[in-house]
């Protein structure tokens, strides 16, 4: 816990007031230092900010911003020209500056920040600040998966972890029109992910999963796998049926294949980095249109004060998700 100044918004910029901010699997990489990018000690840290807008910088006006909007934040920024900041993915920018929350820009678990005014997205007026913190990373994570994967009406999707993204994902792909199969090997996490709407679930560490699913799908295996775990890149191409296709977002774990076994398969297998600015908006709004219940991925309430403990309980990644209030 450190002390930091609060900060002044600047020309094109916003001062948020936080009310949520939630802690992403991917906060542990700087937590445990094991991190290979960015994310020094003494960074803010906190990718999923959301709040309200409490002061405007010069030159923002009030079509872009005004005092008391709710709002989200998409978590970087570029250049704002090329051809990826204009279709709304600056974490891919071609002008060579990227700026992340809580690797090279103070990131949400403070009482304010200070954003340009270009990154901020609406908040439905029916989302909690908390639904709206986990669409700003490990649930918009899930739904920009899920997006790559294309089209989930009528397909049998194999999700591979059911933390807080697995979670999301599973509940994200059957309001979608996918049968899911939730997979993890901690049966309290499968109980959730019954409740957020998988057809069956499958404890890996009980059964031989290939023969699962093969029997779950009349053995033609699973269309699709969405793998968030980071660990079980290989059950992903155990469980991939014929034309299948699989997006690996728990990283940076490894996955190897025969560059045969993909032909004889056909299969089509891909990553996927978060989610644009666009899809942020609309997996918001999807979330607010179907009531889906993304507050209760959240399994703990922290203050500020209690970020050590919440740190130390989080690092367990056995319980769900944690988010600061404010
Ligand atoms: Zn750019
Ligand atoms: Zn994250």
């Known amino acids: 816990m450190k002390e930091f100044p609060d900060p002044q918004p600047g020309p094109g910029e916003v001062l948020v007031r936080m009310r949520a901010s939630g802690m ?4 542990l990489h700087f937590y445990r230092g094991t991190a290979s990018f960015g994310g020094g000690a003494d960074i803010i840290q906190g990718h999923e900010p959301c709040g309200e807008v409490h002061a405007v910088g010069p030159g923002v006006t009030p079509e872009i911003a005004s005092v008391g909007d709710r709002v989200m934040i998409h978590h970087y920024w570029g250049c704002n020209t090329c051809d990826h900041c204009r279709s709304g993915w600056p974490q891919m920018c071609d002008g060579g500056n ?53 089209d989930l009406g009528g397909t049998t ?8 993204v697995g979670l999301s994902g599973t509940m994200l792909a059957s309001a979608l029109g996918a049968r ?58 155990k469980v991939l049926g014929k034309w299948g296709r699989a997006c690996f977002i728990g990283l940076p774990g490894p996955v190897s294949f025969k560059t045969e076994e993909i032909f004889r398969n056909q299969w089509t297998l ?44 989080f690092d367990k990644q056995t319980d769900g998700k944690g988010v600061f209030e404010f």
């Open 24 to 27: 992403c699997g991917s906060d």
């Open 98 to 150: 990227v700026h992340t929350l809580c690797i090279d820009e103070p990131g949400g678990h403070a009482p304010y920040m200070v954003v340009p005014a270009r990154t901020l997205l609406p908040l439905p007026d029916s989302l909690s600040y908390k639904a709206g913190a986990a669409i700003g990373c490990g649930t918009g994570t899930a739904w920009g998966g899920l997006k790559r994967l294309g």
């Open 157 to 164: 999707l194999v999700v591979l972890g059911q933390g807080p």
């Open 180 to 237: 899911v199969i939730g997979v993890d090997i901690n049966s309290t996490r499968l109980d959730r992910a019954n409740r957020f709407g998988a057809s069956e679930v499958v404890n890996s560490a009980e059964v031989d999963i290939r023969e699962a699913i093969s029997e779950l799908t009349g053995g033609k295996g699973a269309d699709l796998v969405l793998e968030t775990s980071g660990v079980a890149n290989g059950d992903a191409l």
């Open 270 to 313: 891909m990553t996927s980095w978060t989610l644009s600015s666009i899809e942020q908006r609309r997996c918001a709004e999807f979330v607010a249109a179907r009531k889906l219940p993304v507050d209760d991925l959240f399994t703990k309430i922290w203050s500020l004060d209690q970020a050590a403990e919440a740190y130390e309980w």
